[in-house]
């Protein structure tokens, strides 16, 4: 597709339930980001991939949430034993270029998580 | 560490009018730039502006432009001629040393008819 796609659009989850966030960046961009967007609140940056490297995650708020992009393209971001407050929205976004000050974020429509 | 402050939670506005939202930032950056995004109820993040901190000239696009005040730290944002679907909220941001963006908490603009 010509944007970022993420799914699922939406994810109820029990507390304590495992879950995993898609995102597939616009073809050849090179940099990948998540962010985390609380109710209200504008989006907070969890982590950030340049290709397959996973150059900076110091925004991931505890360890049960991880994300990877093996090849370079698809990213997935998984939350282990999902608690309350990680209800939120979660976007992902690309750009072209990694090391760019004006550098355009494109960004998904995010995934709506609510745990239950 | 980069922060933006934006002390308007919400905006009324006339259509056909014009409308300033507020931004302001603090960097220790010498070379930063500033964005505005605007959020439909869709929820994506729409590209709207861009300001290099080196920039002379204040950035346009459109009905968009930023009003830059580098001895204030204000990155305003004006929309001029106001439409039914500008209503949305507005994000304010600037990019670190890192390349990431940090944004604002946001202005909710309604445009009324």
């Known amino acids: 597709g010509a944007g970022v796609s993420q799914s699922p659009r939406y994810k109820v989850a029990k507390r304590g339930q495992d879950v995993a966030l898609r995102c597939d960046p616009i073809?050849?961009?090179?940099?990948l980001f998540w962010y985390q967007q609380a109710l209200g609140q504008g989006p907070e940056f969890l982590t950030y991939?340049?290709?397959?490297?996973?150059?900076?995650k110091s925004g991931l708020p505890s360890d049960r949430f991880f994300a990877e992009r093996p090849e370079g393209s698809v990213s997935t971001l998984k939350i282990q034993r999902t608690q309350q407050e990680d209800s939120a929205v979660y976007l992902c976004?690309?750009?072209?270029?990694?090391?760019?000050?004006?550098?355009?974020?494109?960004f998904g429509e995010g995934s709506r998580l609510t745990v239950l | 560490a980069q922060k933006i402050t934006q002390t308007q939670p919400g905006m009324f506005v006339q259509e056909k009018e014009a409308v300033t939202l507020d931004c302001t930032y603090d960097?220790?950056?010498?070379?930063?730039?500033l964005f505005w995004y605007k959020q439909p109820s869709s929820g994506e993040m729409i590209f709207l502006i861009y300001?290099?901190?080196?920039?002379?000239q204040n950035a346009t696009e459109g009905r968009y432009s930023l009003n830059f005040q580098k001895a204030r730290k204000s990155a305003n944002l004006v929309i001029s001629a106001s439409q039914l679907g500008d209503s949305a909220m507005y994000f304010c941001a600037t990019m670190d040393s890192s390349y990431k963006l940090i944004f604002g908490s946001g202005t909710r603009l309604l445009v009324r008819p």
């Open positions: 073809s050849g961009h090179v940099s």
């Open positions: 976004a690309s750009s072209l270029e990694s090391g760019r000050i004006n550098g355009e974020l494109f």
């Open positions: 300001q290099g901190s080196y920039d002379e």
């Open positions: 991939f340049q290709n397959e490297a996973q150059l900076d």
């Open positions: 960097t220790s950056d010498q070379s930063y730039g």
